[in-house]
C-alpha cells in the first residue's frame, strides 16, 4: 500500500503504528535517503542538496534508491510506501517494476489535512537523530530559535531535532511543490480504483482506525 498526503499529514506516524499492526515493512523515502547520507553514498549525497533546500530530490535519485528496497522485500511480504511516489512519473516507475514481478498495490490511503493546520504542525516536528520517530513538540516547549532543549525520543531515548526541511522556509515550500507536482498523483491512483481518503484532522488513534478501516474495505468479501 502507499500512504499517501502532504508533508505533515501524519504518514510516517500512521506508517510506523500500520507496520506493527500488520507486520508489514514500513518504507519511507526520506529515511531511506538519511540512511544514504549518514553512509555517505553517492546516492546520498547527491539527495542531501536538493532535500535540505526543501525541493524534491530528482526522480532517477529516488526511483533508483526507494526501488532498491522494494525490491529486496520477498514476493509475499507487504509493504506500506511513505513519501514515495510524489509525481506520475514515479507512480509509473512504481506500477511497472511491480508488474514485472507480479504485484500490485492493494490501495492508496490519502490522508487529507488542511494547509494552516499543516504549517502549525511541521514548526512543532522534531524527529530523532537515531530511530527517526517523529514527535510533536508544542510551541512553549521550545526555547529560543526554536530550540528543543533535554528534549530526547520516546521510544528510544535518542535526541532530538528539527530537520532542515521542517524549518519554515522550507515548509512553505514543500507544500507548494506538493500542490504542484504530488496532488496530480491522486487521480493516476483513482483511475485503477484503488484509491481511499480520510481526514487526518484528529487523534492518532483515530486516523490509525479510519485507515485500517480503509484497508479493510479492499479485502475480498468473506476475509
Ligand atoms: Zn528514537
Given at each position: 500500500?502507499v500512504?499517501?498526503g502532504?508533508?505533515?499529514?501524519?504518514k510516517?506516524?500512521?506508517?510506523?503504528?500500520?507496520?506493527?499492526?500488520?507486520?508489514?515493512?514500513?518504507?519511507?523515502?526520506?529515511?531511506?535517503?538519511?540512511?544514504?547520507?549518514?553512509?555517505?553514498t553517492?546516492?546520498?549525497?547527491?539527495?542531501?542538496?536538493?532535500?535540505?533546500r526543501?525541493?524534491?530530490?530528482?526522480?532517477?535519485?529516488t526511483?533508483?534508491?526507494?526501488?532498491?528496497?522494494?525490491?529486496?522485500?520477498n514476493?509475499?511480504?507487504?509493504f506500506?510506501?511513505?513519501?514515495?511516489?510524489?509525481?506520475?512519473?514515479?507512480?509509473?516507475?512504481?506500477?511497472?517494476?511491480?508488474?514485472?514481478?507480479?504485484?500490485?498495490?492493494?490501495?492508496?490511503?490519502?490522508?487529507?489535512?488542511?494547509?494552516p493546520e499543516?504549517?502549525?504542525?511541521?514548526?512543532?516536528?522534531?524527529?530523532?537523530?537515531?530511530?527517526?520517530?517523529?514527535?510533536?513538540?508544542p510551541?512553549e516547549s521550545l526555547?529560543?530559535e526554536?530550540?528543543a532543549?533535554?528534549l530526547?525520543?520516546?521510544?528510544?531515548?535518542?535526541?532530538?531535532?528539527?530537520?532542515?526541511?521542517?524549518?519554515?522556509?522550507?515548509?512553505?515550500?514543500?507544500?507548494?511543490?506538493?500542490?504542484?507536482?504530488?496532488?496530480?498523483v491522486?487521480?493516476?491512483?483513482?483511475?485503477?480504483?484503488i484509491?481511499?481518503?480520510?481526514?487526518?484532522?484528529?487523534?492518532?488513534?483515530?486516523?490509525?482506525?479510519?485507515?485500517?478501516?480503509a484497508?479493510?474495505?479492499?479485502e475480498?468479501?468473506?476475509c
Amino acid at each position: 500500500m502507499v500512504l499517501f498526503g502532504p508533508p505533515g499529514a501524519g504518514k510516517g506516524t500512521q506508517a510506523q503504528l500500520l507496520a506493527e499492526q500488520l507486520k508489514v515493512s514500513h518504507i519511507s523515502s526520506g529515511d531511506l535517503f538519511r540512511q544514504h547520507l549518514q553512509q555517505g553514498t553517492p546516492l546520498g549525497l547527491r539527495a542531501s542538496e536538493f532535500m535540505n533546500r526543501g525541493v524534491l530530490v530528482p526522480d532517477e535519485v529516488t526511483i533508483d534508491i526507494v526501488l532498491d528496497k522494494v525490491l529486496s522485500l520477498n514476493a509475499e511480504d507487504g509493504f506500506i510506501l511513505d513519501g514515495f511516489p510524489r509525481n506520475r512519473n514515479q507512480a509509473e516507475v512504481l506500477e511497472d517494476a511491480l508488474m514485472r514481478r507480479a504485484r500490485g498495490l492493494d490501495k492508496v490511503v490519502y490522508i487529507q489535512v488542511p494547509e494552516p493546520e499543516l504549517v502549525k504542525r511541521l514548526a512543532g516536528r522534531y524527529s530523532c537523530r537515531q530511530c527517526q520517530a517523529p514527535h510533536s513538540i508544542p510551541k512553549e516547549s521550545l526555547g529560543p530559535e526554536g530550540s528543543a532543549p533535554d528534549l530526547t525520543c520516546q521510544r528510544c531515548g535518542g535526541e532530538l531535532y528539527q530537520r532542515p526541511d521542517d524549518r519554515p522556509k522550507a515548509v512553505q515550500k514543500r507544500i507548494q511543490v506538493y500542490q504542484d507536482e504530488t496532488l496530480p498523483v491522486l487521480s493516476y491512483y483513482q483511475d485503477r480504483g484503488i484509491l481511499a481518503e480520510v481526514s487526518g484532522v484528529d487523534k492518532i488513534e483515530c486516523v490509525n482506525h479510519r485507515v485500517l478501516e480503509a484497508l479493510r474495505a479492499s479485502e475480498p468479501a468473506g476475509c
